[in-house]
């Protein structure tokens, strides 16, 4: 707001000037009222060039430090400090410019004696102006624009009653100060003064101003204390309103967090956040999507509820380091597709498909099933690893199909992605009527792969309930492994 200060500023000046001007007779002030324009201007280019710029962006396009200039005026309180301490004296410097030429003029009356013709209100309008300038537009603590105020009141007060304590100002009730009073002049010979004797009260106009501009002072200083509380008032409810707003923000971002952790990113962004819809029931439709499932068979032989392991709860540690080297080749890039479903007891879940658009090209579905039985190869691996550590022998069981499937979310209070269709089934008795060790796939997964380049081995035909008689295939592992085939 600082530039929108000195805005005003300059406004209040060019009103101080044309007010001088036009009282007083004998202008002798644009030489100094030109020094001070030219300092206001200064500060004027400082505080909007940035502006300028926007505005004339051919014009300046070769200034680039310019914007810095503008924004370190908004950024820096000790460049506006002194810019605004200048730009209040030149206010105050033109309310007392030239104040002897502008007080009184001289006048010859008719009978040869020079008298002097004071206008003083205009100089107190003009002094009111400037308090103005100081205690209203001005944004700076309430300290210092209390004593920008005291300052030039006392200065204003000084130059009236010491530089002029000598002086006599009539009153004239035709063309001067208060109306209302029918005032006639009496000359005393005795004391060789001039006094004024009205109807009302007796108004001595020096005296008077100085009244003035205590009363004025007073206002300005009233209303700069209520500005400032206005302001720090402002300031609290805007901090307390950003603090809450940081608070929601960060709950927000949690609730996201915890939301992403139970559904899919692309399905948690619809029910978190401005997009949150009212639904009762999400889902969506897939035309190809490879599921698996993975499972250690062996585990439920090796889990026992005895002293010794604690009730179970060493073997459930056990199961739980198992899924959770699972989920972290997840954060990889190269399964960055693959996305969890859900654990059963030891049975892992997992599709590659779900999070991009329903219809794909073949080539890229073709290759989701290749990342697929990637990241069961990188299963085996890490279980090989545990193996090692635990000093135990499981074996991983993986089915793998893909084909049409319907995803969705069920639950309100507790809601569980999941997805159906055939092909989960299908996928499920791969893995459940599969040997240890091995990648079980279908006639068609298996086509697939081949063109991928990997190695399939026909099992032959197995009994799979619900579907009959199915050809299947065992992908060969350890040739993928040679060939070394990833893809992103």
Known sequence: MFKHYVGCATFIFLCIFVIQMLVTKENHGWTYFGVLVSILVVILAICYVGHLQRVFPHKLSGCRWLP??????????CLRLPLATITTAVII????????????????????VETDDFSLPYSVCCWSLSLIACGVFLRVSLE?????????????????????ENRF???????RYYNGFNCSEMTNNTNNTNSVDCTGFVKDLQIMSGIDIILFLVTMLIISLQNDNCFRQDFQLKYKNRTEQDEIETRENLNRLLLENVLPAHVAALFVGENKKNEDLYYKSYDCVCVMFASVPNFKEFYTECDINKE??????????????????LSKPKFSGVEKIKTIGSTYMATAGLSGPNHQDIEKQQAQIGIMVEFAIAMIGKLDVINRHSFNTFRLRVGINHGPVIAGVIGARKPQYDIWGNTVNVASRMESTGDMGKI???????????????????????????K?????????????????????
Do not use: W
């Open 68 to 77: 810095a200039v503008s924004e370190a005026v908004v950024k820096r309180p």
């Open 440 to 466: 079980q796939v279908t006639e068609e997964s298996s086509q697939v792969l081949r063109k991928l380049g990997y190695s399939c081995e026909c099992r032959g035909f197995i009994n799979v309930k619900g």
């Open 93 to 112: 410097i033109a309310a007392l410019f030239n104040l002897q030429c502008f007080l009184f003029h001289k006048d010859m009356e008719t009978d040869g």
């Open 312 to 329: 179970g709860l060493e073997c459930l540690r056990l199961l739980n380091e198992i899924v959770a080297d699972f989920d972290e080749l």
């Open 144 to 164: 210092l624009k209390v004593l920008f105020l005291l300052v030039a009141s006392i200065l204003y007060h000084y130059i009236i009653f010491s530089l002029l």
């Open 468 to 488: 009959g008689e199915l050809k299947t295939f065992f992908v060969c592992t350890d040739t993928s492994k040679q060939l070394g085939i990833g893809l992103s």
């Open 169 to 175: 100002m009539k009153f004239e009730t035709s063309s």
